[in-house]
Every structure is written in C-alpha cells, then in structure tokens.
C-alpha cells in the first residue's frame, strides 16, 4: 500500500509539471487528466473510496469534459502555442524557480524530521461520508445546493447574453 | 497495515498547489488559468482528505464533497466567461481585458 501511494504521487506531480510546461491546450488537459487519476489513487489507497470515484467522476469525467468542449468550440490555433512557448524561456524563470525550491526543501525538512504519526487501517466508506454530510453537516449540503443553483443560472444567463451580444458587436465594429 | 505518515500526503498537496499556483501566475491563456484553479483546488481537497483519514473521521471527505461542488459551479460560470472573452477579444489572452471599462 505505501508503494502504490507514492508511486501514484509521482505520477500526479510529474502529470501536473507536464501540464505546466506543455504549451499545447489538449495536450494539457490530457495530463490534467492523468494528475487526477493518480490524485483519485491516492485517495483511494489513504481510505477514501467514495471520494475517489467522486474524482473520477466529476473531475476527469464532467469538469474535464467541459474543458475539451470548450476547447473544441474556439477551435484554438497554433499562434497561441507560439505566444505561449514565448514565457516559458529559461532565463525567466530559473532564478525564482531555484529560490522556492530552497523553501520547499526546508519545508521538507522540517515535516520529515519531525517525528509524525502513521496512518490507521480503517475504511471511511459512503457509509460514514452520507451520515455525517445530511447530520451534522446538513446546511453546509444546502448551502451547496444553493451554490449549484446559482452557478447553473449564471452560466446560463453568461452564455445567453454572449451569443446576443457577439451578434450585435460585430454588426457595431 | 498503513504506514503512510500524514506529512508525505501533506508534502504531496503542497506541491500540487504550488504547482497549481506557479502555473496561474506565469500562464496568460484564459483556459490554462482555469485549469491551474481546478489543480489548486483538488490539492486543497487532497489535504482535507488527508487530515480526515489520519484521524479516521468523515469531515475531511464531507470538506472535499463541499470543494468539489464550489469547484463544479466555478468551472461553469469560468468557462462561460471564457466563450464570452473570446467572442468579445478574439483571442484568450488575459492582458486582453486588464481594462475594465463597463
């Protein structure tokens, strides 16, 4: 099990700088994709399966899959690749890149050289996530719901007024 | 049976977000900063579900449940906002519209 957890992490921090330096959008969000599977793993193998199908789920099925829409309805081409490729020279970033890697290093150091308790065995299942998110938790469930409402009607009311507005600035330029 | 301490789950969600954050501060394309907002995001949960198995209570994977409806009715509205850039400047660049003029 502890290799499985930090084999996965690997792969999610190698996926996550490989989407940071790709310049391409697909190719991106393909290794976006690949960072929360083995993110989803990671969950799964700390004892939460239910949250890990969750992230399969929302995450790299619906949020990812919005993406690629969006991305295939602005049809996208090669000039931004081009403008993108520009920021990532070396001499730009090198320097901070070396300076937040001392920190990170220290921050390291100070959790591994402390010393830490280890996991227990057990499983949270759906179980205990559902008793305690419609307990305790119950407003928190609303005010979600709530949320969920308010970002349906926005996004609808955005994409509504884009597609009228797109028509009648062009008629205006 | 698991042996992973809780400062190596901890390490693995700091270094997504910081790779998260990195990635929004030095790109300029509309969609690539959303996609570094989902990152952070899902690091935030990453270490809310880490607390929560490392004191075997629910409260960490109900947190995680909460981020990742705000994170579903973010990336909505974000990209609608994103087609409505596009038609508006003709491209994704965020420099585009650093003026807001109403």
Redesign the interface.
């Known amino acids: 099990m502890e290799t499985l957890f930090y084999i996965s992490s690997f792969v999610a921090v190698i996926a996550t700088f490989l989407v940071m330096v790709k310049t391409n959008v697909v190719h991106a969000l393909l290794y976006l994709v690949v960072s929360l599977l083995a993110v989803a793993l990671v969950f799964f193998v700390l004892g939460a399966p239910f949250i890990a199908a969750l992230e399969i789920i929302i995450y790299a099925g619906a949020i990812m899959v919005l993406f690629v829409f969006v991305v295939m309805m602005l049809n996208l081409g090669s000039a931004d690749t081009q403008r993108e490729s520009e920021w990532l020279t070396a001499e730009t970033w090198a320097g901070p890149v070396i300076l937040a890697a001392v920190l990170l290093g220290e921050v390291i150091f100070i959790l591994v050289h402390k010393p830490g308790a280890a996991f227990q065995a057990e499983m949270l299942g759906p179980r205990q996530v559902g008793i305690s998110l419609l307990g305790p938790y119950l407003l928190g469930a609303e005010l979600a719901s709530i949320l969920l409402l308010a970002g349906l009607a926005g996004a609808y009311h955005i994409g509504r007024h884009s597609g009228e507005k797109g028509g009648g600035g062009r008629k205006r330029s | 049976?698991?042996?992973?301490?809780?400062?190596?789950?901890?390490?693995?969600a700091?270094?997504?977000f910081?790779?998260?954050l990195?990635?929004v501060l030095?790109?300029?394309?509309v969609?690539?900063i959303?996609?570094?907002i989902?990152?952070m995001l899902?690091a935030a949960g990453?270490a809310f579900?880490?607390a929560?198995?490392?004191w075997?209570?629910?409260?960490?994977?109900?947190m995680?449940?909460?981020i990742?409806?705000?994170?579903?009715?973010?990336?909505?509205?974000g990209?609608?906002?994103?087609?409505?850039f596009?038609?508006?400047f003709r491209?994704?660049?965020a420099d585009a519209a650093s003026r807001m003029r109403g």
């Open positions: 049976m698991m042996s992973i301490p809780m400062e190596h789950g901890l390490i693995l700091g270094v997504l910081a790779f998260g990195a990635g030095m790109r300029r394309n969609i690539f959303l996609m570094f989902e990152v899902n990453l579900v880490v929560g198995s490392k075997n209570q629910a409260d960490g994977q109900v995680f449940i909460f990742l409806t705000m994170a579903a009715a973010e990336v909505s509205v990209l609608a906002l994103v087609l409505k596009y038609h508006k491209t994704l660049d």
